[in-house]
Nanobody, 124 residues
Framework: QVQLVESGGGLVQTGGSLKLSCAAS????????MGWFRQAPGKERQFVAA????????YYADSVKGRFTISRDNAKNTVYLQMNSLKPEDTAVYYC?????????????????WGQGTQVTVSS
C-alpha cells in the first residue's frame, strides 16, 4: 500500500520559515516527479512546486518563486519543501503528491498519490 506522509507544518509568524517533509512508502518514486500543492479554505487546490525524479529540475508557482525550495532524497524516498519569508497568504493545508507516470507537473489531476496534508498557518 502506497502512503505519503507529510510533516513539519505549524504556526509561524510573517517572515518566518518552515520545512515540510513527505515520506513515501510502499513503492519508490525515484524515477518520477513529485510535487507540493496547497489549499486554503474556500479555494481550489493550487500548485506550489514540483521536482523531477532525479531532482535535477525544479518548478515553482510564481507566488512562491524565490522563497520556497523543493528538494528530494531518493535514498530516503522523501521530498522536502523549505519555505522562507512566509506570508499570511501562504496559510493553507499543504499536500505532497507523486506521479507514477510523466504528467503535467502543475496539474493536480496528473498526480496519482496524495498525502493527507499538513496545516501551515502564517500569522500577521
Amino acid at each position: 500500500q502506497v502512503q505519503l506522509v507529510e510533516s513539519g507544518g505549524g504556526l509561524v509568524q510573517t517572515g518566518g520559515s518552515l520545512k515540510l517533509s513527505c515520506a513515501a512508502s510502499g513503492r519508490t518514486f525515484s524515477n518520477y516527479p513529485m510535487g507540493w500543492f496547497r489549499q486554503a479554505p474556500g479555494k481550489e487546490r493550487q500548485f506550489v512546486a514540483a521536482i523531477s525524479g532525479t531532482g535535477g529540475n525544479t518548478y515553482y508557482a510564481d507566488s512562491v518563486k524565490g522563497r520556497f525550495t523543493i528538494s528530494r532524497d531518493n535514498a530516503k524516498n522523501t521530498v522536502y519543501l523549505q519555505m522562507n519569508s512566509l506570508k499570511p497568504e501562504d496559510t493553507a493545508v499543504y499536500y505532497c503528491a507523486a506521479q507514477s507516470h510523466y504528467g503535467r507537473l502543475s496539474v493536480a489531476l496528473d498526480y496519482d498519490y496524495w498525502g493527507q496534508g499538513t496545516q501551515v498557518t502564517v500569522s500577521s
